[in-house]
């Protein structure tokens, strides 16, 4: 069982940075795929952002390519995603999950409750 916390949203004009963490508790962390998803009112879940579980391979979304960089802190159970460069379209509840697959679909087995990220002047 792995429970996963978000924190680090907030609202932030455009251009801005921020960065989000996810705590996971459960000593099977070290073995999961950790990701980044985000939901924009009115819209589906989008897939952000993976890093497998060593942190070796990243994959991103075209949206984010170049902006955002997911990593993660075995040694803290812990993954981050820092996000620069900060659009409106940005706007979303940002969600982290966690699973034995290293995909970009939500076929994962645990998620976090979500973070408010607001990019708005």
């Known amino acids: 069982q792995v429970r996963l916390v978000e924190s680090g949203g907030g609202l932030v004009q455009p251009g801005d940075s921020l960065r989000l963490s996810c705590a996971a508790s459960g000593r099977t962390f070290n073995t999961y795929a950790m990701a980044w998803f985000r939901q924009a009112p009115g819209k589906e879940r989008e897939f952000v952002a993976v890093i497998n579980w060593s942190g070796a391979n990243t994959h991103y979304a075209d949206s984010v390519k170049g902006r955002f960089t997911i990593s993660r802190d075995n040694a803290k159970n812990a993954v981050y995603l820092q996000m620069n460069s900060l659009k409106p379209e940005d706007t979303a509840v940002y969600y982290c999950?966690?699973?034995?697959?290293?995909?970009?679909?939500?076929?994962?087995?645990?998620w976090g409750q979500g973070t408010q990220v607001t990019v708005s002047s």
């Open positions: 999950a966690a699973g034995p697959l290293y995909v970009t679909g939500t076929a994962y087995d645990y």
